[in-house]
């Protein structure tokens, strides 16, 4: 079971990746940049329910 101090980490780790990856995207017209970033964020919805529900514990 995962605990709430690595659901945080992964979700600060995942989040600076994202930040990296729409910079791409946004600024240097990177599409390839776009669909991870797309990724990661879907990568983050299932981190935000898992700190949800060990947050409520």
């Known amino acids: 079971m995962e ?5 945080v980490s ?3 780790a995942k989040q600076e990746e994202l930040t990296k990856e729409i910079t791409k ?3 240097k017209g990177n599409k390839a940049a ?8 879907l990568e983050l ?3 935000y329910k898992s700190f949800r529900k060990l947050s409520v514990k």
């Open 3 to 7: 605990s709430l101090e690595s659901v």
């Open 45 to 47: 919805e299932k981190l």
């Open 34 to 41: 776009g669909q991870r970033a797309r990724k990661i964020s």
């Open 10 to 12: 992964a979700i600060a």
């Open 25 to 27: 995207f946004s600024e």
